[in-house]
């Protein structure tokens, strides 16, 4: 059992169990929001004393000492006990018990029911920018990476089988595409969670005449929420904060799986360097891609805590009810996984090198060039569908044969199509057709020189 200093102490008979302090309790990770907490809590006792609820002396002997709260516990120095529950609780006591009468003003109009729902948007407002810094180093990894191999052709895959040939700066350019959607999400989410709920009370508002703009403008809010039962209850943001990283760590994750298989024997498409590999502790020739494996794993928590969110809002009653102490739980853990899996991936792209050589030396396999046949019939003239057919049976003959189409003869290609002749030969190498690509976006060096220039310019104001 134990005392804990509570002002509903006076309303509950006996002491909290031990068991139930510690269930309950949110301290032992909702500490890292102090920072917020403390400076919505400076916000409403300077809106508290220009209404003049309290006096300006009592607002700043609030200030003084919660501004000496937050450097004890940037210090390490403050001792958490979990009596208090949570990190609000854990503060206003430290303040009480600083300045004793004064410091029992503060909760004035407030409950932890809007503050803490203001503290989670100031913190994600802060960890949102810090997500954005570090997609963008990571997209930048991705434009210089892309930058060294426009002119090399690869193959490019659907359902993992050799499609067509692409500049590997395109394949390169295909992330720094997917994380600027993510990076613009990022920016949205930002943008809807950035109204103040502080001052919607525990669910009605307060009676008192305080300045909900005041206080909002003091944090750099761009508005007010409009209704206190919604304000106290919402947790949309957490929500769709979480569905973001999760699209993140969805992309880091493709990443992952491409460059673990490019990096295995059989592929040899890329080393990535040897500070991000592991090695076996029985098989002494391993070089094994343990960080990629590991950002794909990690894909795995996020998506968890997002289908954990959900799941905690789902037929909740309106207003504010303890199971929303929980969403703390899976932001942080969002948010830190997919912050460190982004580090991971910018160090691992800013290291690797592709085999453009070996790539370009297995190009003839696949057929790659088989569709920019098609269409060099299309320009001969042949309707699609009957060149689609007819190039169908040119790579037949070849697989019979176990010959390349660039091996067949004009003669024998003109015994398929009258209207094949000796230029056919420029379409029939990997390089030849990525040099053909004419549509805005595609896989040819010229339009990767393009995006190249696009994203470095793009990127250098951020
Ligand atoms: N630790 C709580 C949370 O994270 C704070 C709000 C508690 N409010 C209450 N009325 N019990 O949600």
Redesign the pocket.
Known sequence: MAKSGKSWEKRLSGETDDLAINFVE?LSY?TRLYRYDIAGSIAHAQMLADQKIISKAEAAEIKKALLEISDKIASGKFKFDLVH????MAVENALIERIGDVGKKLHTGR???D??ATDMRLWMRDEIEVLQTKVTLLQKAFVKLAGKYVDDPMPAYTHMQRAQPVSIGAYLLSFVEQLARDNTRLKNCSELLNVSPLGSG?VAGSTLPLDRKNTAKQLGFAGITWNSIDAVSDRDFCAEFIFVCSLIAAHLSKLAEDWIIYTSSEFSFIRTDDKYCTSSSMMPQKRNPDMLELIRGKTGSVYGSLVAMLTILKAQPST?N?D??E??IHIFNAADTVGASLEMSAAIVGNTKFNAKQIAAGLDKGFLEATALAEYLVKKGVPFREAHGIVGGLVAHCEDNNCKLSDLTIDRFKQDCEKIEADVHDTLSPAGVTNQYLTEGSGSPAQVEKQVQYWKNQLKEQ
């Not at 529950?85 to 609000?88: M, W």
Request: no cysteine.
């Open positions: 949110s909702d529950e949570d990190i609000h409950s932890r029911n503050q803490v525990a504010y303890r929303l102490q969403d703390k």
